[in-house]
């Protein structure tokens, strides 16, 4: 890692609406469900306001509509101390949205619509290269178009950036993007659908990272829920353990992982403390309901 301290994150910026229900809908079912509520999303704004409740010094790069949701998306990101000089307003679209599905064990079921979000391009990026060229991270998901992020992992790396992808959606991804990436972070859906790898236990989990770094990323974190993760980053393999809490919402807990981790690497700790600054981070969020309303603050962490 260098020693520039700031955090710059390329993605996306939605509003969720959010419903609980005993379970999810069959095919032509109609569900009577309860809790409504709307918060704002977005596993880039997700990840950006995790950076900052960490601690990290956060500027968001990202895209937005010409409507009530952008303009409230702005507000909240600013009120969270996020840098958003460089969340662009579109005319042509409307601003991102995601539909959530929460059932009583804690999973979701969601549907996105990405609006502005899809609208971000690789000239977009480059106009923000002055905030890139002073990131000692650059951290990235999917939900925002392959061009501009590979276009952010390059002037990450001509700047000096370690830079971080979050493969989420599992999508596939181009060579041109991931030779310019030095931590991948997947979850075991993605890692297997980017490896070809079914992954059921640690040694297929091993053989994934092993064909992932073939692809040209050096370091791999797959999380692996409420197991932790298994990591090989310079050589070395390391598997660290969750914490153990009753998870009733897991909306953004990678967000929050990834967020945490890149905000413990940029303050000089080694990858074994930073996973596990994230694991706790994520175990606090998976017990509460939404995506940045779960996002802990940094003193939660140190009670």
Same mark, same amino acid.
């Given at each position: 890692?260098?020693?520039?301290?700031?955090?710059?994150?390329?993605? $996306?910026?939605?509003?969720?609406?959010?419903?609980? &229900?005993? /379970? =999810?809908?069959?095919?032509?079912? *109609?569900?009577?469900?309860?809790?409504?509520?709307?918060?704002?999303?977005?596993?880039?704004?997700?990840?950006?306001?995790?950076?900052?409740?960490?601690?990290?010094?956060?500027?968001?790069? +990202?895209?937005?509509?010409?409507?009530? =949701?952008?303009?409230? @998306?702005?507000?909240?990101?600013? $009120?969270?101390?996020?840098?958003?000089?460089?969340?662009?307003? *579109?005319?042509?679209?409307?601003?991102?949205?995601?539909?959530?599905? *929460?059932?009583? %064990?804690?999973?979701? %079921?969601?549907?996105?619509?990405?609006?502005?979000? +899809?609208?971000?391009?690789?000239?977009?990026?480059?106009?923000?290269?002055?905030?890139?060229?002073?990131?000692?991270?650059? #951290?990235?998901?999917?939900? *925002?178009?392959?061009?501009?992020?590979?276009?952010?992992?390059?002037?990450?790396?001509? /700047?000096?950036? =370690?830079?971080?992808?979050?493969?989420?959606?599992? %999508?596939?991804?181009?060579?041109?993007?991931?030779?310019?990436?030095?931590?991948? @972070?997947?979850?075991?859906?993605?890692?297997?659908?980017?490896?070809?790898?079914?992954?059921?236990?640690?040694?297929?989990?091993?053989?994934?990272? $092993?064909?992932?770094?073939?692809?040209?990323?050096?370091?791999?974190?797959?999380?692996?829920?409420?197991?932790?993760?298994?990591?090989?980053?310079?050589?070395?393999? @390391?598997?660290?353990?969750?914490?153990?809490?009753?998870?009733?919402?897991?909306?953004?807990?990678?967000?929050?992982?990834?967020?945490?981790?890149?905000?413990?690497?940029?303050? +000089?700790?080694?990858?074994?403390?930073?996973?596990? =600054?994230?694991?706790?981070?994520? %175990?606090?969020?998976?017990?509460?309901?939404? &995506?940045?309303? $779960? @996002?802990?603050?940094?003193?939660? #962490?140190?009670?």
């Amino acid at each position: 890692m260098n020693n520039k301290k700031k955090i710059v994150i390329v993605g $996306s910026a939605n509003t969720d609406m959010v419903i609980s &229900a005993d /379970h =999810f809908p069959l095919p032509g079912e *109609t569900l009577m469900g309860t809790n409504f509520m709307t918060n704002f999303g977005g596993k880039g704004a997700n990840q950006a306001v995790a950076a900052a409740r960490m601690g990290g010094q956060t500027i968001f790069i +990202g895209k937005v509509g010409n409507d009530n =949701f952008g303009t409230s @998306i702005i507000s909240n990101l600013e $009120s969270e101390g996020i840098n958003v000089s460089h969340l662009y307003t *579109t005319q042509k679209t409307s601003t991102g949205v995601a539909l959530i599905t *929460t059932i009583p %064990s804690g999973e979701n %079921s969601i549907i996105v619509n990405a609006g502005a979000n +899809g609208q971000l391009t690789a000239d977009d990026v480059r106009d923000s290269e002055e905030v890139i060229a002073e990131a000692g991270t650059v #951290l990235m998901q999917l939900e *925002t178009p392959v061009a501009a992020l590979t276009e952010a992992a390059k002037l990450g790396k001509k /700047h000096g950036a =370690f830079t971080v992808l979050n493969p989420a959606p599992a %999508s596939p991804l181009p060579h041109e993007l991931l030779e310019n990436i030095d931590l991948l @972070i997947p979850n075991e859906t993605e890692a297997s659908s980017i490896s070809g790898v079914e992954i059921k236990d640690e040694s297929t989990a091993m053989e994934a990272i $092993s064909v992932i770094q073939g692809m040209g990323v050096k370091n791999v974190i797959i999380t692996v829920g409420s197991k932790g993760a298994i990591a090989k980053v310079d050589g070395k393999m @390391i598997m660290v353990p969750a914490f153990k809490v009753k998870a009733i919402d897991t909306t953004a807990a990678g967000d929050t992982f990834c967020g945490a981790l890149c905000v413990a690497l940029s303050e +000089g700790k080694d990858i074994e403390a930073a996973i596990r =600054f994230g694991n706790k981070a994520s %175990s606090v969020s998976v017990t509460r309901k939404g &995506a940045q309303l $779960s @996002i802990p603050q940094r003193k939660e #962490l140190e009670m």
